[in-house]
Each structure stands twice: as C-alpha cells, then as structure tokens.
C-alpha cells in the first residue's frame, strides 16, 4: 500500500499538469489566430512531458534497481535529493538541498541530458519520507485507541515535493489535533496541515 500511495505522486503531478493543458486549450479555443500555435506547444509539451517520465525512471534506476518495491524506502534516496516533479511547461525539475550547480552536473550524468531544471529546498526527500514512515507507524499500532484525536480526524499524507513539506490531511484542522499530532507522531517543521475529506472507498 505505501509503494502504491507514493508512487501515485508522480502521477498526480502529470494529472494537474493535463488539467492545466486542457484549461489552456479552451482559453485559446476562442480565439482561432492562436489555434494553431496552442496544438504545436501542446505537441512540444507533450513530447516534455515523455522525456520527463523517461528521466524520473532513469533517476530511481540510478538509487536502486530494485527502486519500485523501495520506493517508500527513505534510504533509498541520498541526503541532497528533495524529490522530482513535472512542472507547467513540462520540464523535469529535480530540487536538491545543497551544491545546486554540483549536483546538477553530477544529474545530467544519471539523465545522460542536461534538459531538466534543478531548483533548492530545504528538506530532503528522504526527511519527508522519515516522517512518513512515524505517520505508518502510528497508524498501524493497534494500541493506538480509536478515539485519538488524530485517529478520528486523519484523511490522509503525503510528501509534496513541489512545495517541500509534508502534507497531513485532516477532517478537521484545530490546535486539538495538531497538538495530539505533534505530541503522538512528530513535531517536524515540514508538517503542513489542511483539511480534507476521507478518500472515498473504491
């Protein structure tokens, strides 16, 4: 279950960049002088957007062959990556916590390209994912009550690597639950809480 809720980021990501090509479809829609112009960026994008796939493979390739069934694996990833997304335009970024330029270089010889943006973050992917496996711990102990605040009121986490924190998603968002959170599970300042709604049951 956490290799498959984990691995869905990547996939969430390429989903919100569609949305966000299809909004732009019908924004240039109304105008037929850019028609032509929006299908040829749209081709561009898309072609991105297959190379930025390849990438990601190649990168988890690269931190272990065995990265699917590791995925969840914090020691799977090294201290200076914070993770990897698709950006609007369909360029694979790769956010690194120090040494941009460096590892840069040190990516581009993974990628076997330099077609991909680097940007700084402060927490690293494997920091999010520490803090992920406390949140499954606490989740999965049986002599956790039920009525704990956070288990009554907890809809879901995961690691957001364009912003760099790790969401917790709540039904509801009250010093009560953060406090029982921070108490029970971590204090860590990468913690972002919002509210949500359970994920409805397939």
């Known amino acids: 279950m956490k290799t498959n809720r984990y691995s869905i980021l990547l996939i969430l990501s390429l989903l919100l960049f ?12 109304k105008s037929p002088v850019t028609e032509p112009a929006t299908a040829s960026q749209s081709e561009i994008t898309a072609g991105k957007n297959e190379r930025a796939m390849v990438y ?15 995925e969840s694996d914090p020691d799977l990833y090294p201290e200076y990556y914070g993770g990897s997304f698709i950006d609007n335009s369909g ?4 956010a690194v916590t120090v040494n941009p330029e460096g590892n840069r270089q040190k ?13 700084t973050v402060q927490y690293s992917y494997r920091q999010m994912m520490q803090v992920m496996d406390k949140i499954d711990a606490f989740l999965s102990d049986v002599s956790i009550p039920q009525d704990h605040p956070v288990m009554l009121h907890f809809a879901g986490a995961y690691p957001d690597v364009m912003d760099n924190r790790v969401k917790v ?26 509210k949500g709604e359970l994920p409805a049951l397939m």
């Open 56 to 70: 990601h493979e190649k990168l988890m390739e690269f931190f272990g062959a065995d990265w699917m069934e590791r």
């Open 107 to 119: 990516l581009g010889v993974i990628l076997g390209d330099d077609d991909f943006k680097v940007e």
């Open 169 to 194: 998603i709540l039904t509801e968002v009250n010093q009560t639950v953060i406090n029982a959170f921070k108490k029970d599970i971590s204090a860590s300042p990468m913690l972002l809480f919002e």
């Open 91 to 94: 360029t694979f970024v790769i």
């Open 18 to 29: 569609s949305v966000a090509c299809n909004q732009q479809k019908k924004k240039n829609a």
